[in-house]
């Protein structure tokens, strides 16, 4: 197996430096020449103070302004990151090893890093704030999504535990607070075929041979609200939230189903009422069985005033 290369820059604020490999073929000049080429959003004057500053470095360190352009080499540097609003939620750690890190991530904070959501996601938080440079999340959970998410400690072990949730050998429990409807015969398994067209918010559900099942069961009602257990045997995008809306009770807080709205990133306010509640699988390692459960309760269900018409 090849080994990958370590990267001659240290991580920063958690995170890997940019890597771009060189093209064989090309008619720049300096190695600057193609920087400007090869990164379009960047201002040139931006990629001059980098290379003033030592900040863009090959395998021997940093590059000169008026280096060279070396086909087949590669370069790193450490992207400029975007303002981002904080997240005023605490991150609570549930369980930790030394292979194992499973915490429950509040609402609003993304799993990893993408787009306009860098410092502020639950891996990069953990990295600085555990001291845990090489941390990496075995699976995920939509930003607006709170609840259980286990991340892997040791680099060893990403295979094993990975392999769990892509085979779906872990069984995942959730709690929903939705509508309750008595005419809604409940539990029930809801199979759909749910696609998720690139560049579009919102996925849908549409005809042909289901890709999604979800057992849905009513835990308890009262006050017109219910709360409910989901299963999910598939992982389809947004399959929790089209299977209720599909029931015709939607998640209370879902801004995309049934209706897609705006909602602007810094406003906390009314969270998806979806928490990850539970994992449970044989561990890879030891043969053992483990059940992790959450530590965290659906605001919706606790105080039902504050959430009354909407």
Same mark, same amino acid.
């Given at each position: 197996?090849?080994?990958?290369?370590? $990267?001659?820059?240290?991580?920063?604020?958690?995170?890997?430096?940019?890597?771009?490999?060189?093209?064989?073929?090309?008619?720049?000049?300096?190695?600057?020449?193609?920087?400007?080429?090869?990164?379009?959003?960047?201002?040139?004057?931006?990629?001059?103070?980098?290379?003033?500053?030592?900040?863009?470095?090959?395998?021997?360190?940093?590059?000169?302004?008026?280096?060279?352009?070396?086909?087949? @080499?590669?370069?790193?540097?450490?992207?400029?990151?975007?303002?981002?609003?904080?997240?005023?939620?605490?991150?609570?750690?549930?369980?930790?090893?030394?292979?194992?890190?499973?915490?429950?991530?509040?609402?609003?904070?993304?799993?990893?890093?993408?787009?306009?959501?860098?410092?502020?996601?639950?891996?990069?938080?953990?990295?600085?704030?555990? @001291?845990?440079?090489?941390?990496?999340?075995?699976? +995920?959970?939509? +930003?607006?999504?709170?609840?259980?998410?286990?991340?892997?400690?040791?680099?060893?072990?990403?295979?094993?535990?990975?392999?769990?949730?892509?085979?779906?050998?872990?069984?995942?429990?959730?709690?929903?607070?939705?509508?309750?409807?008595?005419?809604?015969?409940? $539990?029930?398994?809801?199979?759909?075929?749910?696609?998720?067209?690139?560049?579009?918010?919102?996925?849908?559900?549409?005809?042909?041979?289901? &890709?999604?099942?979800?057992?849905?069961?009513?835990?308890?009602? +009262?006050?017109?609200?219910?709360?409910?257990?989901?299963?999910?045997?598939?992982?389809?995008?947004?399959?929790?939230?089209?299977?209720? &809306?599909?029931?015709?009770? $939607?998640?209370?807080?879902?801004?995309?189903?049934?209706?897609?709205?705006?909602?602007?990133?810094?406003?906390?306010?009314?969270?998806?009422?979806?928490?990850?509640?539970?994992?449970?699988?044989?561990?890879?390692?030891?043969?053992?069985?483990?059940?992790?459960?959450?530590?965290?309760?659906?605001?919706?269900?606790?105080?039902?005033?504050?959430?009354?018409?909407?």
């Amino acid at each position: 197996m090849r080994r990958r290369q370590q $990267p001659p820059l240290p991580k920063r604020f958690g995170l890997d430096p940019a890597r771009l490999r060189l093209p064989e073929t090309g008619e720049w000049a300096t190695l600057r020449d193609h920087l400007v080429e090869r990164l379009p959003r960047v201002d040139p004057a931006r990629i001059d103070q980098l290379l003033r500053e030592g900040a863009i470095v090959d395998m021997d360190g940093p590059v000169a302004p008026d280096a060279a352009y070396v086909p087949g @080499g590669a370069v790193w540097f450490h992207r400029d990151l975007p303002d981002e609003t904080p997240v005023p939620f605490e991150i609570t750690v549930v369980h930790r090893d030394d292979d194992l890190l499973v915490v429950d991530k509040p609402h609003f904070l993304a799993t990893i890093p993408r787009g306009q959501h860098i410092r502020q996601t639950a891996l990069v938080r953990l990295r600085e704030e555990l @001291g845990l440079p090489d941390l990496v999340p075995a699976h +995920r959970l939509d +930003r607006v999504t709170a609840g259980l998410v286990l991340f892997i400690v040791n680099p060893a072990r990403r295979g094993a535990y990975q392999t769990m949730f892509h085979r779906r050998t872990v069984r995942k429990e959730y709690e929903a607070i939705a509508p309750y409807d008595p005419a809604l015969t409940l $539990p029930r398994t809801v199979r759909s075929r749910i696609v998720k067209e690139k560049h579009v918010l919102a996925a849908m559900e549409v005809d042909g041979e289901p &890709n999604a099942e979800t057992e849905v069961d009513l835990l308890e009602h +009262r006050d017109g609200l219910g709360r409910y257990r989901l299963r999910p045997h598939t992982g389809r995008t947004h399959q929790l939230r089209l299977h209720m &809306n599909g029931l015709g009770i $939607p998640i209370l807080g879902d801004d995309f189903y049934p209706t897609l709205t705006d909602k602007p990133v810094d406003d906390f306010t009314r969270p998806l009422q979806l928490l990850a509640a539970t994992l449970e699988f044989t561990d890879p390692i030891s043969g053992e069985p483990r059940r992790f459960d959450t530590t965290r309760t659906l605001s919706a269900w606790h105080d039902y005033a504050g959430w009354a018409g909407g």
